[in-house]
């Protein structure tokens, strides 16, 4: 199963005490920690909802997830080494205007 390091919501830990203040304010203090256990129990059944949703994807597809997985793999270990995705096919890129013709048709002299 694969770790992500980022985060789905970045949020400053100014931000959360700023946040923590605010529903302090709006719930009360004793309020405050029943919601708080509320939220936790909600966090905790959505994550195990989607760790069994994974776990029954990867049972029921995994052979086919593992050419995919590779093929990722080896597109992100591509672009990684280019420094980046190739530039698009559909953006025009005028090319280098031809020189325009000899006055003298071509006679040196």
Same mark, same amino acid.
């Given at each position: 199963?694969?770790? *992500?390091?980022g &985060?789905?919501?970045?949020? &400053?830990? @100014?931000?959360l005490v700023?946040i $923590?203040v605010? @529903? =302090?304010l709006?719930? /009360?203090?004793?309020r405050l920690p029943?919601?708080a256990?509320k @939220? /936790?129990?909600?966090l !905790?059944s $959505? !994550?195990d909802?989607? /760790?069994?949703?994974?776990?029954g994807?990867e049972?029921? *597809?995994g +052979? #086919? =997830?593992?050419p995919?997985r590779? @093929?990722r +793999?080896?597109?992100?270990? #591509?672009?990684?080494a280019? +420094?980046g995705p190739?530039p698009?096919p559909?953006?025009? !890129?005028?090319e280098?205007?031809p020189e325009?013709? +000899?006055?003298?048709g071509g $006679? /040196?002299g």
């Open positions: 199963m694969p770790t *992500y390091h &985060s789905v919501f970045s949020v &400053s830990s @100014a931000e700023t $923590a605010v @529903a =302090l709006v719930f /009360g203090p004793k029943e919601i256990r @939220a /936790g129990q909600m !905790r $959505a !994550r909802a989607a /760790g069994e949703i994974r776990s994807i049972s029921e *597809y +052979d #086919t =997830l593992i995919l590779e @093929a +793999d080896e597109i992100r270990d #591509t672009l990684r280019t +420094d190739p698009s559909m953006v025009h !890129r005028p280098a205007s325009p013709p +000899d006055p003298d $006679a /040196g």
